[in-house]
């Protein structure tokens, strides 16, 4: 690609990450808002009280899912959640010679254990597992006779661990929300070039591929969850 395309790719992705950013920080200061307004206003409820959680996943860069947690014990539940996104990453080249069809399709899971201390209510640590089911590939395709002329594949390790922290509200109405953060610990992806005989992609190609891939493989998770205790 040429130096104008990397650097609006560059511009692009500074712009998204500050949108998302911002909406991320809009939402937590709107969850804590809530959260604060609700408590004032009802009882607040333990969760000592309750042994299960039911909760939607409504906002996390690896797509929206399901969350169910179990309590064992007063200070530790058992945690399974479960999301997925999908997407596309194609763009056009510069010489209009050729289409891409790229995309990435992911599926997560993670089993954690989560730790809640007596002395600050509804403050976590989480360890545990993930299993990933993650996808991403380009194909690149002649504009004259649709020949396929290259194929990039990322591989993904399906398993790894996680460690997380997060804060839980849990009202008299059994309503409860969350926020937490999650650092994913996997090994890296691998990635296969397969050329055709006239096409060549070379390390900065190979570079440009790579960060693309990057920013739809966080190792850093954010969540907001809502949902019920009973």
């Given at each position: 690609m040429s130096s104008n395309t990397n650097v609006a790719d560059?511009?692009?992705?500074?712009?998204?990450?500050?949108?998302?950013?911002?909406?991320?920080?809009?939402?937590?200061?709107?969850?804590?808002?809530?959260?604060?307004?609700?408590?004032?206003?009802?009882?607040?409820s333990s969760l000592n009280d309750k042994d299960f959680q039911i909760q939607a996943i409504v906002l996390s860069n690896l797509?929206?899912?399901?969350?169910?947690?179990?309590?064992?014990?007063?200070?530790?539940?058992?945690?399974?959640?479960?999301?997925?996104?999908?997407?596309?990453?194609?763009?056009?080249?510069?010489?209009?010679?050729?289409?891409?069809?790229?995309?990435?399709?992911s599926q997560t899971t993670f089993l954690n254990l989560?730790?809640?201390?007596?002395a600050i209510d509804g403050l976590f640590a989480q360890i545990g597992v993930v299993n990933r089911n993650w996808e991403a590939k380009k194909e690149i395709y002649s504009k004259q006779n649709s020949q396929r002329k290259a194929v990039y594949r990322v591989e993904y390790p399906t398993s790894g661990y996680n460690l997380g922290v997060g804060k839980s509200w849990i009202f008299s109405s059994g309503l409860t929300t969350s926020v937490s953060f999650v650092r994913l610990i996997t090994d890296e992806p691998s990635i296969d070039y397969e050329l055709g005989d006239d096409w060549e992609c070379n390390s900065a190609c190979q570079?440009?591929?790579?960060?693309?891939?990057?920013k739809?493989?966080?190792?850093?998770v954010l969540f907001l969850n809502v949902g019920y205790s009973f």
């Open positions: 560059i511009n692009r992705t500074r712009e998204m990450i500050h949108q998302i950013s911002v909406r991320l920080l809009g939402i937590i200061v709107g969850v804590l808002l809530f959260s604060t307004t609700l408590t004032s206003n009802t009882t607040a797509g929206p899912g399901l969350g169910f947690s179990y309590k064992f014990t007063d200070n530790f539940w058992l945690n399974l959640e479960a999301q997925s996104l999908s997407g596309d990453m194609s763009e056009n080249s510069d010489d209009g010679l050729t289409r891409e069809e790229s995309g990435f399709d989560r730790y809640y201390p007596a570079a440009d591929f790579e960060s693309d891939v990057n739809y493989s966080p190792k850093n």
